[in-house]
């Protein structure tokens, strides 16, 4: 993904509630580099982000991923970041957006070794195409992530449930689902029960119950099965969050992966084993989640 424009963000404390946020801005081009080298977010992965999905210039669902890029800032003693400053921030770089889809990253850092100031830039590019993956449905491989349910719990510095930028494991994983002939990975706990996917989360139908595992176990709650969810319920389904075994992915009725960028990916086999690709509802699906939301 090639940005198309980029602003670097001077974050500002939380609490600061000045009429505009505009000289905190300054444009910055995204091709010519831009990060001194002691900077940690390139030297250590420290610090976090979040992607939102941008349709016909209009940002979703921009509320809960900023309340998540305060969670994870919580989580890793990042200072809180002021809302209403990357609110602004948003809205600038999406006037920059076409019609169609595209993608903004919000990037906020420990910043430079040394220093005592957090970094954060913002940056908006066009979308991949993935007409594929949500009609024709992605295979995924499972993996094991090599911790049990409780580890969440027990090892908080662990970050699990903070959306950071190291994501060399979770990269390794994609690699490692096509090695084993997947299009995708679905990570799995030591004792047995389904995660969430490198980019995603994970959703099951059974019957007309839809579920996801909680975001206790460790995962990202991800704003688009919140939002997917909202919308199943007032369409009359249940939902729940719950702790799913391996085994109830491949006997699902039908399986989403659900992501900002990608939207809903039906599962089309499981560790080579194919399971039923709903076309319909994965159509109507994303038919909703490319509507503008809140
Ligand atoms: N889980 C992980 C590990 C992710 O990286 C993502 C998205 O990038 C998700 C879940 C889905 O989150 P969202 O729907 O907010 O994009």
């Not at 946020?21 to 081009?29: G, H, K, L, N």
């Not at 992966?257 to 089309?268: D, G, N, Q, T």
């Not at 039923?276 to 159509?283: E, G, I, K, N, Y």
Request: with cysteine; glycine share 8%.
């Amino acid at each position: 993904m090639v940005s198309r424009f980029a602003l670097r963000i001077d974050p500002v404390a939380s609490d600061d509630r000045r009429d505009s946020f505009a000289d905190t801005f300054r444009p910055i081009d995204p091709h010519a580099p831009a990060l001194p080298v002691g900077e940690l977010s390139a030297q250590r992965g420290d610090g976090i982000f979040e992607s939102l999905g941008v349709v016909d210039g209009h940002p979703q669902e921009v509320g809960p991923h900023l309340e998540r890029l305060a969670h994870s800032a919580g989580l890793c003693d990042l200072p809180a970041p002021n809302i209403p400053q990357w609110r602004e921030a948003i809205a600038r770089v999406v006037q920059k957006a076409g019609t169609g889809e595209s993608v903004v990253k919000l990037i906020y850092s420990r910043g430079v070794e040394g220093g005592d100031a957090a970094t954060a830039w913002i940056t908006l590019a066009d979308a991949p195409d993935n007409a594929r993956a949500r009609t024709e449905g992605v295979r995924i491989s499972t993996l094991d992530r090599g911790y049990a349910l409780d580890v969440p719990a027990r090892a908080p510095w662990l970050l699990l449930g903070a959306k950071t930028l190291s994501y060399a494991t979770n990269m390794a994983a994609i690699r490692e689902a096509k090695r084993r002939g997947a299009d995708d990975a679905v990570f799995v706990s030591s004792d047995g029960y389904v995660l969430e996917a490198p980019t995603a989360s994970v959703v099951l139908r059974l019957g007309d119950r839809f579920v996801t595992p909680a975001p206790s176990a460790g995962i990202l709650h991800g704003t688009t099965q919140l939002s997917l969810f909202a919308y199943l319920e007032e369409r009359g389904f249940d939902t729940a969050y719950d702790m799913i075994a391996v085994s109830d992915l491949g006997g699902a009725d039908a399986a989403w992966l659900l992501s900002s960028v990608r939207l809903a990916a039906p599962i089309s086999a499981v560790d080579g084993w194919p399971i039923p690709v709903d076309r319909a509802l994965s159509d109507e699906l994303n038919a909703y989640l490319l509507t503008p939301r809140e």
